[in-house]
Every structure is written in C-alpha cells, then in structure tokens.
C-alpha cells in the first residue's frame, strides 16, 4: 500500500519555482533597453514566424522568454484585454499597468493552484510615455511577482551576465542605434564563454516603441537591414565609468 | 458590463481571455461582453429615424495613385440641422478608409468596431487582411444592423481601400442587409448621392491626378448640396470644408483643410460664373 507523503507549502510552493525556473532558463535572454525616444527591446531569435517581441496597444508592447505556447496564449490575452479596454472606453484608458496586473493576477493564481502547472515563462510589459521619466518597464515572473524596472531590464536564463554588462556600459539618453547594439551586446555576452558570442543581425529580433513616431501607434519592428545598421553605426557608447 | 468589471477586479483573466480562438475582435466581444456590440439591442417597433442623426453624402473615386473619399459636414436630425462639422469618412486602418451614410450613432459605433476588428488582427495574426478580407468584414458588421435598419435607423458605409497586391484603389459599397457590391471607378452613397454620382459621372475621368480628381470629388459633393437639403455644402463664412481623405501605396493621409480651402475657394468661385458647375461637351 502507497502512503502519500506529507509536502509542506514550503516544499510545494519551491519545487514549482524549481521547475518554472528550470523550463526559463533553458531559453536565450530578453533585453529591454530605454533611450532617448522610447524603449528599445531585443531577443536572441532564430525564427522568423515566432516572435518573442509584440505589440499589445498603442503604446505597449510585450515581450517573453520560457515556454512558447504559454506565452502567445498570455500574449493575445493581453492583445484582447487593452482592445477591449480601449473599445469600451478609449485609446487613452489602456495602461501599461493595468495589463501587468492582469498578468500578475493571472499568472500568481496559475502558480499557486494546485490543480495547474505552473507557466514557465517571464515577460516584459513595456510602456512608453510622453517623456523619458514616464516610461515604464515591468517585469513579470512565473509566480505573479512584478518589478518596475529602470534604464534597462533582462530576463531569460543567463540573464546575471547581461545585466552585468548593461550595468558597466548604460548611459542616459542614447541614440536608438546605440541602444540595440547595447542591447545585442549585452546579449552577446552571456554563455559559458568568456569571450563574447557573435550574434549576427539575422538572429535578432528587435522593435522599438518610439515616442516620436507620428502614428497613434509606437510600436515598430526593425528590419534585419536595420539591425545591421545599428550594429555598425550604434558603436556602443565607452565604459558608462 | 458585468463580466468586463469582472476582468479589472482581482483575479485572473477570464477565461475567454486565455482560450483558443479567433483572431476576430467582435467574435470575442460576442463571447465575453456581448452587450457592447452594436447590433445587440433591439429597439422597440416604431420608426426611430427622427430620433437621431443623420448623416448624408459621401463620395469616392479612383485615380492614378489609389483612392479618394470625401464626405459633407452636415448631420441633420428630421428637418433640423444638428451638426455643421461632423466628420463621416474615418481611416479603418493603414491602407483603407471608410465613410458612412445613415444614422450616425450606429454608425460611428460600427466604425469604431471595424477599426477595432482590423487591428485586433493585424496584432493577434502579425499579418494585415487582404482588401477583400476587409471589406468582408465589415458585411458581418453591418448585417448585424438589420434589424435596427428596418426601424429607420439603416447604416450605409463606403468602403475604400489601396490593395498591395494589385497595386491599386478599390471602393466597396453596402446596402443595409450587408450586401457587399465593388463598384468601379467612383460611386456615392447617402441622401444626395444621386445628385453626386450624376455629377462625377460628367467629370470624371481615367487617369485624373490626386488634385483633380479631389477638385472632381469636391464638385460632386457641392451639386449634392445644391439640391439635396440634408447635405451641406461649403460653409464659407465658417471655413467648415469637406473631409477628403487618400489612400495610397504610401497609405492612409488626410487631405489638410488649407489645401481644400483653396480648392473650395476655387469651385465656388467659378460658380459664381456658372452656378451650375462646369459644362460637359454633348458630344
């Protein structure tokens, strides 16, 4: 006869980290990189088809590492909500902090229902404002935590390395170009290596949310050719010390 | 709005948020807030076209770059002039544009949900509809109006767009059941759209450049004015003109109202001359 052994909250609450961790960290890192006219976010991608990085509204945009069915689920979610919201409303009503709750509730109530895997996922709601100081990163873990994030934030599963070298080369107010070459740097150098990987502009995927398009909506993808162009001529800026 | 209050309240997303679907956006309103579809209500019987406004003449023709609308100023409520500058031709998203004829609340509220519809794809899919995708859109929407339309409260949309495939201006037009119907060249819709069509019938022409042909478009909608009562004609002491919209390879732009005023200048001041517009050779 099998006996179920007792598992304490603790123990329950830390194998489902355990195992969400484990399905994130298998995947290549997000960065999301603020410069002087909005945000710029970028991924490691091989694929064409399948992005990492969207556009939920106006002036959001979404972007995720970990498992891909869960978060293009969570993705036209969102998409669906800030439309609704924006339909039932206005354009103006949908905030970006609005949908990160949406997702943290969501995702915090999946994490810790024992009926459910947890999502293995993290994801970044970005939103860009009228200034620098009012845009706004979020950063959503599997469990349902959020963290307001400045000047740069990265996720995924070598994500120490990249912050590492956002850390020692961030400075205000860059140029967009500078900033996706940051951003693809950064990338660049996470991996077991400690010389940095070469990452070619057919592998990254990257969008910008740019205050100064004349559109309603901020959200622009970049183009292979343009990636190409921001890593030549966006020379990532001198040691920020 | 029940179950919209129940998705901003604590809690996860319901789960129509979350499910497998469509990438239509009325197909989940239909699902999750049915109550804010147009066509949802079902007024009581009786004739309800004097309750609300109407708006009247649109018109829309092709030409060498894509296509042209435009669209009067007038909203008129039974023989009450209820608005002097409403504007009835909108952008429905990059590469089209819509105008509408009929009651204006519904109206509007079908523009916004068309609007609403065309991006919820483009963002869910990562890919636009084609124009005829788009146009077949907007038949479901209007067919949900049917019933409203038998009460006096009919929507009458103008649809326009720039296909990237062929590379050129197509205009689609609707009766009130959703009927869909592509029409060649110009067409108009509205109370004085006999009067336009009759117009831009004489004036137009292939391969008119943008100028003229907005200068033809412009025409038309003033012999509408001149014998339609509910289209308004060129407000010039109010400098209130009409709206006139492209839609080209380049996308969706709105003519600026200085470069109409100029155009309008120069219509009426050939009127002066000839009230009746400009003459077409009999032969």
């Known amino acids: 006869m099998t006996m179920p052994f007792y598992v304490s909250p603790e123990q329950q609450m830390k194998d489902r980290a355990d195992y969400a961790r484990k399905g994130i960290g298998r995947g290549r890192s997000v960065v999301a990189v603020q410069y002087a006219d909005g945000i710029v976010l970028v991924a490691e991608n091989q694929s064409r088809a399948l992005h990492k990085i969207s556009e939920i509204y106006d002036r959001i945009a979404f972007a995720a590492v970990g498992r891909y069915n869960e978060f293009e689920n969570l993705r036209i979610a969102g998409v669906r909500l800030a439309d609704l919201r924006g339909y039932s409303y206005d354009r103006r009503d949908v905030t970006g902090r609005g949908l990160a709750n949406a997702y943290a509730q969501t995702l915090g109530t999946i994490f810790s229902s024992a009926a459910e895997k947890p999502y293995e996922v993290e994801i970044f709601v970005t939103e860009v404002g009228e200034v620098a100081e009012e845009d706004q990163i979020y950063r959503l873990t599997y469990d349902g935590s959020v963290a307001d994030e400045h000047r740069f934030a990265v996720m995924g599963g070598s994500a120490d390395q990249a912050v590492a070298h956002l850390e020692q080369h961030y400075i205000d107010a860059m140029n967009r170009d500078q900033s996706v070459a940051l951003a693809v740097a950064a990338l660049a150098a996470e991996g077991d290596d400690t010389e940095p990987r070469e990452l070619d502009a057919s592998n990254i995927e990257a969008a910008v949310l740019d205050r100064t398009r004349s559109r309603p909506r901020k959200f622009t993808r970049l183009s292979d050719a343009a990636v190409s162009q921001a890593l030549e001529a966006g020379e990532p800026p001198a040691a920020g010390e | ?283």
């Open chain 2, 1 to 283: 709005m029940s179950r919209m209050a129940a998705s901003s309240s604590p809690g996860r997303l319901p789960e129509p948020f979350l499910a497998n679907g469509s990438a239509s956006f009325s197909e989940f309103l239909a699902w999750q807030a049915p109550e804010l579809l147009p066509g949802s209500r079902t007024p009581p019987l009786g004739d309800a076209s004097n309750l609300a406004r109407h708006g009247t003449t649109i018109v829309a023709a092709t030409y060498a770059d894509g296509v042209l609308m435009a669209g009067d100023r007038r909203a008129t409520m039974g023989n009450i002039i209820a608005q002097r500058d409403i504007e009835k031709v909108f952008p429905a998203d990059e590469y089209s544009c819509v105008g509408i004829a009929g009651s204006a609340g519904p109206a509007i509220e079908i523009v916004r949900l068309f609007q609403a519809e065309l991006e919820h794809y483009e963002k869910i899919e990562g890919t636009t509809l084609s124009l005829d995708g788009k146009a077949n859109r907007l038949t479901t929407l209007i067919r949900g109006n049917l019933a409203m339309a038998m009460q006096g409260l009919a929507v009458v949309p103008l649809f326009a767009g720039y296909d990237l495939e062929s590379s050129q201006g197509r205009i689609f037009s609707y009766d009130v059941t959703g009927g869909r119907y592509e029409e060649q060249a110009f067409h108009s819709v509205g109370s004085g759209s006999l009067f336009a069509r009759g117009s831009l019938k004489k004036l137009y022409r292939d391969a008119l450049t943008e100028q003229e042909c907005t200068t033809a478009l412009v025409q038309a909608l003033y012999d509408a004015a001149d014998d339609d009562s509910a289209t308004g004609g060129p407000d010039l002491t109010r400098r209130i003109f009409p709206v006139v919209t492209a839609v080209t390879a380049d996308g969706f732009r709105r003519i600026p109202d200085e470069e109409i005023a100029t155009l309008v200048d120069a219509v009426v001041a050939a009127r002066m001359d000839r009230p009746d517009g400009p003459a077409a050779p009999l032969t």
